[in-house]
């Protein structure tokens, strides 16, 4: 009776499991891998309510800043500015007579102004700020009116017909956007008052100008 010889095995091939079968590398070490670590998902993910405690934690900072800036440093309120410069240099170029706002009460800020001279004349413009918060421009100007109109109210300056204020005759405009203007055309000078402000304000301004 012949028994059978060991089975024949490929050189370099590491040693056969009982029952003849290698499973999936536990041959080589003859160790069962560990599983993978589970992952807990309540930790890796933030809940809402984490969320909302970190944003709240940014934004405190930031409204206390905001209130200080406010209610310290005035940051509601405008800039304004000085006008006598302006008018002085307007007044020393000698271009056009210089008339300036008289006694607009409480409530009017300028907040810009500005003389230049360019092509064909000089012009000064005030700004200012209404007690409701509006805006209202004051130009004079020597430059001719057919310059001057389409380049202080744009193409959309369209004459509305007259109206009298302070005893002299002003001509009522629309101009960009939602503004109106009142123009008075002088030999020597034009005076625009133009804004978004009402129109009780705008007649305020041309009724103040000395």
Same mark, same amino acid.
């Given at each position: 009776?012949?028994?059978?010889?060991?089975?024949?095995?490929?050189?370099?091939?590491?040693?056969?499991?009982?029952g003849g079968a290698e499973v999936d590398g536990v041959a080589e070490t003859g160790e069962v891998p560990a599983p993978p670590p589970r992952v807990d998902a309540g930790k890796s993910e933030r809940s809402p309510k984490d969320m909302a405690i970190s944003l709240l934690v940014l934004l405190?900072?930031?409204?206390? &800043?905001?209130?200080? #800036?406010?209610?310290?440093? @005035?940051?509601?309120?405008?800039?304004?500015?000085? $006008?006598? *410069? =302006?008018?002085?240099?307007?007044?020393?170029?000698?271009?056009?007579?210089?008339?300036?706002?008289?006694?607009?009460?409480?409530?009017?800020?300028?907040?810009?102004?500005?003389?230049?001279?360019?092509?064909?004349?000089?012009? &000064?413009?005030?700004? #200012?700020?209404?007690?409701? @918060?509006?805006?209202?421009?004051?130009?004079?100007? $020597?430059? *001719? =009116?057919?310059?001057?109109?389409?380049?202080?109210?744009?193409?959309?300056?369209?004459?509305?017909?007259?109206?009298?204020?302070?005893?002299?005759?002003?001509?009522?405009?629309?101009?960009?956007?939602?503004?109106?203007?009142?123009?008075?055309?002088?030999?020597?000078?034009?005076?625009?008052?133009?804004?978004?402000?009402?129109?009780?304000?705008?007649?305020?301004?041309?009724?103040?100008?000395?």
């Amino acid at each position: 009776m012949v028994e059978p010889g060991p089975a024949a095995r490929v050189p370099g091939a590491g040693p056969v499991p009982a029952g003849g079968a290698e499973v999936d590398g536990v041959a080589e070490t003859g160790e069962v891998p560990a599983p993978p670590p589970r992952v807990d998902a309540g930790k890796s993910e933030r809940s809402p309510k984490d969320m909302a405690i970190s944003l709240l934690v940014l934004l405190i900072p930031i409204a206390l &800043l905001l209130a200080f #800036y406010r209610g310290f440093l @005035g940051g509601d309120q405008p800039v304004t500015v000085d $006008s006598a *410069p =302006a008018v002085e240099s307007a007044r020393a170029a000698n271009a056009f007579p210089v008339a300036v706002p008289a006694d607009l009460g409480d409530g009017w800020r300028t907040v810009s102004a500005n003389f230049q001279t360019v092509e064909g004349g000089s012009t &000064l413009r005030l700004g #200012y700020l209404t007690p409701e @918060g509006r805006g209202a421009q004051l130009v004079q100007s $020597s430059v *001719p =009116a057919e310059r001057l109109l389409p380049t202080e109210l744009t193409d959309q300056g369209q004459p509305q017909g007259q109206t009298d204020l302070g005893g002299r005759t002003w001509q009522r405009y629309t101009a960009r956007g939602n503004e109106q203007a009142l123009v008075l055309l002088e030999p020597t000078r034009t005076i625009i008052v133009v804004g978004d402000a009402r129109d009780n304000e705008l007649r305020h301004l041309a009724i103040s100008l000395r």
